[in-house]
């Protein structure tokens, strides 16, 4: 199906349409905070493909005070919304099962939430191990780190890997590894014109629907020039 030797699957928005449920989980923790001026959008917007470190770091720089309980109180939330609600990408089991090489997940989520959305889903196991999370590096998406460290990991070199991401910040990270990005704006939160945005930070292809992935990994074949 493909020449690639590995195909890198973000996880939130790529394998689970989970990220409006990470908004919903957000707003209501920072409700607890006080915080009511950011909106669903807006976190979206800023926050998507961002590890929870990340997005704490920036609130922490924004409102001027820490949030010591944020993250515990997220993650109780945010798994009730999952056991309540959350749903595979449409077509991922299928297409999992279709590839016929290397293949691994590179989120930024910690290993305990990615264990969870995975299992409940049914995917865990026809993932796990190689299941890699922005606490394994320094720096997380956008910085290359991430993607490297997969590629490291499964033994495949940049230039032979894909990366299937719906995040900017995603996109910009396989691009920085030296990786072919294809974009996926088929999870419940992308917008009108969020293909234009993949594409402008360097996504090879986006598509919308993950049936039309194998065309897009045959389209985009790292040595149709070989």
């Not at 299941?131 to 997380?140: L, Q, R, Y």
């Not at 992308?190 to 919308?208: F, K, Q, T």
Request: aromatic share 6%; proline share 5%; with cysteine.
């Amino acid at each position: 199906m493909t020449d690639f030797d590995l195909v890198i699957f973000d996880c939130d928005g790529v394998l689970i349409d989970s990220e409006l449920l990470s908004v919903e989980a957000d707003l209501a923790c920072l409700a607890e905070e006080g915080i009511v001026d950011l909106s669903a959008e807006e976190i979206l917007e800023r926050y998507t493909g961002i590890s929870m470190a990340g997005m704490l770091a920036d609130l922490e720089t924004r409102y001027g005070r820490s949030f010591p309980d944020f993250a515990a109180r997220h993650r109780q939330c945010l798994t009730a919304l999952f056991e309540s609600s959350l749903q595979p990408i449409r077509g991922i089991a299928e297409l999992l099962a279709a590839l016929d090489c290397k293949l691994c997940v590179a989120s930024s989520s910690t290993p305990e939430r990615l264990r969870l959305a995975l299992t409940l889903v049914g995917l865990f196991d026809r993932l796990h191990p190689h299941i890699f999370s922005s606490t394994e590096v320094a720096c997380g998406k956008p910085a290359p780190d991430l993607f490297l460290h997969a590629a490291k990991q499964m033994a495949v070199e940049p230039a032979h890997c894909v990366v299937i991401e719906d995040s900017v910040p995603g996109v910009i990270a396989a691009v920085a590894a030296g990786m072919t990005a294809i974009g996926f704006t088929g999870g419940g939160h992308c917008r009108p014109g969020h293909d234009s945005r993949l594409y402008a930070e360097g996504a090879a292809l986006v598509i919308g629907d993950m049936a039309q992935l194998p065309a897009a990994l045959m389209r985009l074949n790292p040595r149709a020039e070989a």
